[in-house]
């Protein structure tokens, strides 16, 4: 069974910085794509950013240019450095990844419980 493992989130005034990670846990034997998703009050959860095994990024029109999305594949942790955050921004934000493990030999996709984000005026 694999657990992604988040951590980071917390409380933020406007226009300051956080920083989220999330690391595979379990017997993972190769890991895709990795990314964030999110879900803000009154919406469903949505796409935030992802990356590929590559380090190629893709980001939501919404973050682009304020949050930036990296991996060390070395240890299948991705991060997402979050800058300039807005009070929009608050929400649950959900680590993804695509991975294999030894049971399946698919590449299957595993969710993380969610973190907090909440960012004051």
């Known amino acids: 069974q694999v657990r992604l493992v988040e951590a980071g989130g917390g409380m933020v005034q406007a226009g300051g910085s956080l920083n989220l990670s999330c690391q595979p846990a379990?017997?993972?034997?190769?890991?895709?794509?990795m990314g964030w998703y999110r879900r803000t009050p009154g919406h469903e959860r949505e796409f935030v950013a992802k990356?590929?095994?590559?380090?190629?990024?893709t980001y939501a029109e919404a973050v682009r240019g304020r949050f930036f999305i990296s991996r060390d594949n070395s240890k299948s942790i991705v991060h997402l450095r979050m800058d300039v955050v807005r009070p929009e921004d608050t929400g649950v934000y959900y680590c993804?990844?695509?991975?294999?493990?030894?049971?399946?030999?698919?590449?299957?996709?595993?969710w993380g419980q969610g973190t907090q984000v909440t960012v004051s005026p």
């Open positions: 379990g017997n993972v034997i190769g890991v895709n794509d």
């Open positions: 990356i590929t095994h590559e380090g190629e990024p």
């Open positions: 993804h990844a695509v991975a294999m493990t030894p049971m399946t030999f698919r590449m299957l996709d595993y």
